[in-house]
């Protein structure tokens, strides 16, 4: 494994046929989400297939602001949520009540939804597509969605474990090509791909061993790096919206208002003085920027 390959996120194409591709691997982003909280074993294997799969999924997809993959049901695992920004960072948590099963994706979630949002930023509409998860796996489930709500055929694989969270995606593009059992092919040689090398082999390595015969191009890696988007300046607008009698009430009760980010556990505090500050700065009115 080279240095190249920690926490990078590998295109490639299948020269002269319609079929593309995608490797990520996580390491020290996916060890961040894992360092604020404890997650048993099969509740953090899901999670970190869910953020191998959003980070595969920003590259088929052209955004500005954030993509969100959100799965939320009604079993033990109740609610997965990744997310990952155009720069190629991300951020995930999952909450789940009891024992979660090692066991297929049903019996995990229960009946659930799996939710892609792509957020373009700077107030602009966001976009949002859904699927009933009715597969045995994430991967599964999100071939579905690309199947039901893309029209395009594609296939995904993912793995994670305590160290590294993994995947590859293959994805058969519209259009006629000269090499029309390309994406048979390719997805077949694809299946051969086991859970243990993609946690372990290299991005070069992998494609050598599935694709050697083929004529593919690979391009130069992207960095994947962990970062949270929470900030003091977005707390106090949460604050503003519950509303100065409800803050207020917070303070009383407990002395001072403490948020704690549920993706990275930063917590802010405000005082008694940084509520009265807060919502007397929301009360003035704007003044135009003028200039004589």
Same mark, same amino acid.
């Given at each position: 494994?080279?240095?190249?390959?920690?926490?990078?996120?590998?295109?490639?194409? +299948?020269?002269?046929?319609?079929?593309?591709?995608?490797?990520?691997?996580?390491?020290?982003?996916?060890?961040?989400?894992?360092?604020?909280?404890?997650?048993?074993?099969?509740?953090?294997? /899901?999670?970190?297939?869910?953020?191998?799969?959003?980070?595969?999924?920003?590259?088929?997809?052209?955004?500005?602001? +954030?993509?969100?993959?959100?799965?939320?049901?009604?079993?033990?695992?109740?609610?997965?949520?990744? %997310?990952?920004?155009?720069?190629?960072?991300?951020?995930?948590?999952?909450?789940?009540?009891?024992?979660?099963?090692?066991?297929?994706?049903?019996?995990?979630?229960?009946?659930?939804?799996?939710?892609?949002?792509?957020?373009?930023?700077?107030?602009?509409?966001?976009?949002?597509?859904?699927?009933?998860? %009715?597969?045995?796996?994430?991967?599964?489930? /999100?071939?579905?969605?690309?199947?039901?709500?893309?029209?395009?055929?594609?296939? /995904?694989?993912?793995?994670?474990?305590?160290?590294?969270?993994?995947?590859?995606?293959?994805?058969? /593009?519209?259009?006629?090509?000269?090499?029309?059992?390309?994406?048979?092919?390719?997805?077949?040689?694809?299946?051969?791909?086991?859970?243990?090398?993609?946690?372990?082999?290299?991005?070069? %390595?992998?494609?050598?061993?599935?694709?050697?015969?083929?004529?593919?191009?690979? +391009? %130069?890696?992207?960095?994947?790096?962990?970062?949270?988007?929470?900030?003091?300046?977005?707390?106090?607008?949460?604050?503003?919206?519950?509303?100065?009698?409800?803050?207020?009430?917070?303070?009383?009760?407990?002395?001072?208002?403490?948020?704690?980010?549920?993706?990275?556990?930063?917590?802010?505090?405000?005082?008694?003085?940084?509520?009265?500050?807060?919502?007397?700065?929301?009360?003035?009115?704007?003044?135009?920027?003028?200039?004589?």
């Amino acid at each position: 494994m080279t240095s190249r390959d920690n926490d990078c996120l590998h295109r490639f194409v +299948f020269e002269h046929t319609d079929v593309r591709g995608e490797l990520v691997r996580l390491d020290a982003s996916w060890r961040a989400v894992l360092e604020h909280q404890q997650y048993p074993a099969p509740v953090r294997e /899901l999670l970190g297939e869910a953020l191998a799969a959003v980070t595969l999924l920003s590259a088929t997809i052209k955004f500005d602001g +954030f993509l969100h993959l959100q799965l939320r049901g009604d079993g033990p695992l109740d609610l997965v949520l990744v %997310e990952v920004t155009a720069q190629r960072t991300v951020r995930g948590l999952a909450r789940w009540s009891g024992e979660v099963p090692a066991a297929p994706l049903g019996s995990q979630v229960g009946k659930a939804w799996l939710t892609l949002t792509i957020d373009p930023g700077a107030g602009r509409e966001r976009y949002q597509g859904l699927v009933a998860v %009715e597969q045995d796996s994430l991967a599964a489930t /999100l071939e579905d969605y690309f199947r039901q709500s893309e029209q395009l055929a594609t296939r /995904l694989w993912l793995a994670a474990d305590a160290r590294c969270a993994a995947g590859m995606l293959l994805q058969r /593009l519209p259009g006629a090509t000269p090499d029309a059992d390309a994406w048979n092919r390719d997805v077949m040689l694809g299946e051969t791909l086991a859970a243990a090398e993609l946690l372990t082999l290299s991005s070069r %390595e992998i494609l050598r061993r599935l694709f050697h015969e083929e004529d593919l191009r690979l +391009f %130069e890696p992207e960095p994947v790096s962990f970062r949270c988007r929470c900030s003091r300046e977005r707390i106090a607008t949460v604050l503003r919206g519950l509303g100065y009698n409800e803050v207020r009430d917070l303070l009383e009760e407990q002395g001072e208002v403490s948020v704690t980010c549920e993706f990275c556990s930063q917590t802010h505090v405000f005082d008694a003085v940084d509520v009265e500050r807060l919502f007397a700065a929301s009360d003035q009115p704007e003044v135009p920027d003028t200039r004589h």
